[in-house]
């Protein structure tokens, strides 16, 4: 049996420990001729964290493109009943786990541990746990690479594979693609061994602390409103693409006049020509090209349009001695985004966001990824008059933007950054100001950085070829108000504007403490994302006519600051139990949830500079346990299980004739 980390195999492409490289994006960025200036920011950012000292370690890592299988490409899904075990006393490593898992129970992949259990204890693990399967790695005839492709792997991961480290991962919402061409055998059965752990901390992406209990237990306390939930929560898939393969590709647009100009870069490992096709939706071949840059010409093009979406697809071929050698296709959207003055212009109309704020939570999955459920999340949104999500407070599995494509929904994707203020239960705490502090003093920081560049990196790697996507949010709710905060984000703004070939727009969502007066970061946003609570955390029930008072002063203060960009409400709502009526209202009655919504009605409809409304949040959803929540945070507009709460059918009305 081999052990220890696989001798003489490069962890390349899928996991890159280097200085300065970024191996996912090179080639699109030398197209735009970025790559020197993006370089000279990460030196800049790094010299100034360590002192001007050079030689700080970034890890990044190279998100693959969405698996597929074709004529040259194979994809075996390895969903199913995995083994698991929790590790509290972190021996695993020590009694040599990874060759193989005793007294394990089942555990279902995709899945979020934590509902599976029926005891606390289980559901409320904090600490390492391991995952255990076999795959057979089929005998192809042809030389190939192999791949393992986790959806994500929450919150850090070691992958083995017959007891060899293939890879490691820090940051549980993104893809982590593992080369195991080294370690498996081929036309055998292969074991596949994950450690994983969930524990949050001040550098990790989302942030939080781990508290130690009386009786020795470790307890995840996060500075978020969500359930800490964790395991392998989206699809993992074993891949094999050939030697000489496509590894990744961007499109950007051009209109002119009923024409479309498709821009598009690929990068492959190899020296032979590159063949580009586009086919519309009937399989009609309308444009090609050759060569790894260069555009395509689409005569009357079909536009992707808000909840109507046409899709192309497009087909990137290495040919070779008159022979295929790898091929790769996926749908596209033709469409423009830009913001002008106050407007969100798509293909050059302005748009008005109607929609949610989401989670990746249901019933019993936690926050695994599910067809199901993303099947009827998308029916409901679409019945309320929707266009929009956010995809608060992470970036979600890839299939949710694959399904946002083809339904013509417009995604706001954000990065894990929340949990950016130290307050006392911080997302309540935060509203009033209470125990605050300037979170980006903290020593803590410089790591923090760069786990978040890396996220920033990884989630535009990933889906910047998306139609639906029409926004980066790069962060959540931090603090904003000091200059330590100024410099960190601008950097992160910095590098999100150099990597994305789209150039889409950046934003952030902005808590309360975040005032016209005192924010040192709205004027990096393209666009400024608010979250209010004006009749819920300020002044509710009976104070709710101090609420409105506040209310628009708030907004005539933003509107005298002159920032001359839109504005788009990202979260607002009141916390609502499904059951719950009452004549005249009170707080947490459906009453109540529809007469807060008529207060932000009449401000949003007050203002010609706030071009879109997001409601906190879709559905009910679980968070930590506390004074603050009822077995969940219940600010949906859908229960916890999608069924309509009175104020839907409000919304419906309104968003119907927007
Ligand atoms: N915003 C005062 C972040 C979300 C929370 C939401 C809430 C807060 C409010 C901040 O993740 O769930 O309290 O409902």
Redesign the pocket.
């Known amino acids: 049996m081999r052990k220890g980390r696989q001798k003489g195999v490069s962890l390349l492409p899928a996991t890159l420990f280097c200085d300065l490289c970024v191996p996912g994006l090179n080639s699109i960025i030398e197209e735009k001729g970025i790559l020197n200036r993006k370089v000279k920011i990460l030196r800049k950012i790094k010299s100034r964290e360590s002192g001007g000292k050079r030689g700080t370690q970034i890890m990044l890592k190279f998100s693959e493109l969405y698996p597929q299988a074709n004529e040259k490409r194979l994809r075996i899904s390895l969903d199913g009943a995995w083994k698991f075990r929790f590790d509290p006393e972190a021996k695993g490593g020590k009694e040599q786990w990874q060759n193989g898992l005793s007294d394990t129970i089942l555990m279902p992949v995709p899945g979020s541990f934590a509902d599976m259990f029926t005891d606390a204890h289980s559901r409320d693990y904090c600490g390492d746990f391991w995952y255990e399967t076999e795959f057979f790695l089929p005998d192809e005839a042809e030389e190939k690479e192999y791949f393992l492709r986790f959806g994500s792997l929450t919150h850090r991961a070691v992958v083995y594979c017959n007891g060899i480290e293939v890879g490691s991962h820090e940051g549980g919402f993104l893809p982590v693609v593992v080369p195991i061409s080294g370690a498996a055998k081929k036309g055998e059965r292969n074991r596949l061994v994950i450690k994983l752990n969930n524990e949050l901390n001040e550098e990790s992406l989302p942030c939080g602390a781990v508290h130690q209990l009386k009786d020795g237990r470790k307890l995840v306390k996060p500075y978020?409103?969500?359930y800490n939930y964790a395991g392998i929560h989206r699809s993992v898939y074993l891949v094999s693409v050939p030697k000489e393969s496509i590894e990744d590709y961007s499109v950007r647009y051009e209109l002119e006049g009923d024409d479309a100009l498709v821009h598009y870069s690929v990068r492959t490992n190899g020296t032979h020509p590159v063949k580009v096709e586009l086919r519309d939706k009937e399989g009609v071949l309308v444009a090609e090209a050759e060569g790894s840059t260069g555009a395509l010409r689409v005569k009357n093009a079909h536009l992707w349009k808000v909840r109507n979406a046409y899709l192309y697809s497009i087909s990137i071929l290495i040919m070779g001695e008159g022979k295929l050698i790898d091929s790769y296709t996926e749908e596209i959207g033709i469409r423009t985004v830009k913001i002008e003055g106050t407007k969100i212009l798509l293909n050059g109309e302005p748009v008005y966001l109607k929609g949610y704020?989401k989670h990746e939570d249901f019933e019993v999955i936690g926050r695994g990824f599910n067809w199901g459920v993303a099947k009827r999340d998308f029916e409901c949104m679409k019945w309320s008059g929707a266009n929009c999500f956010r995809t608060?407070?992470y970036p979600y599995a890839d299939e949710w933007y694959q399904m946002a494509d083809e339904e013509g929904f417009l995604v706001i994707d954000e990065v894990p950054a929340?949990g950016m203020m130290r307050s006392m239960s911080n997302?309540?705490a935060?509203?009033s100001g209470s125990k605050y502090t300037y979170f980006f003093e903290a020593p803590t920081v410089p790591k923090l950085k760069a786990a978040h560049l890396q996220a920033v990196e990884e989630m535009i790697a990933r889906d910047k070829n998306h139609p639906s996507v029409i926004a980066w949010s790069l962060f959540?709710?931090p603090e904003t108000i000091s200059e330590y905060a100024r410099e960190y984000f601008k950097d992160i703004f910095d590098y999100a504007r150099e990597l994305d070939p789209e150039g889409r727009p950046l934003t952030g969502?902005l808590?309360?403490t975040s005032s016209p007066e005192k924010c040192q970061c709205c004027d990096l946003c393209d666009f400024v994302c608010l979250?209010r609570?004006y009749g819920?955390?300020i002044s509710g029930g009976p104070e709710i006519v101090d609420a409105r008072e506040a209310f628009f002063d708030e907004m005539d203060r933003w509107e005298k600051r002159g920032l001359n960009v839109p504005f788009v409400f990202t979260?607002f709502?009141a916390?609502t139990l499904g059951m719950e009526h009452k004549l005249p209202s009170v707080m947490w009655t459906q009453e109540y949830q529809s007469e807060y919504m008529e207060l932000c009605f009449e401000v949003f409809d007050r203002y010609d500079f706030i071009q879109g409304e997001l409601v906190?949040?879709f559905a009910d959803?679980q968070?930590s346990e506390g004074i603050?929540r009822v077995n969940g945070?219940k600010?949906g507009v859908f229960t916890r299980i999608r069924q309509p709460k009175d104020v839907a059918y409000r919304l419906k009305e309104r968003w119907d004739k927007i």
């Open positions: 978020f409103d969500f704020g608060s407070h929340v997302f309540a935060a509203g959540n709710e969502a808590e309360k979250n609570y819920w955390y979260e709502g916390d906190w949040n959803f968070a603050m945070n600010k």
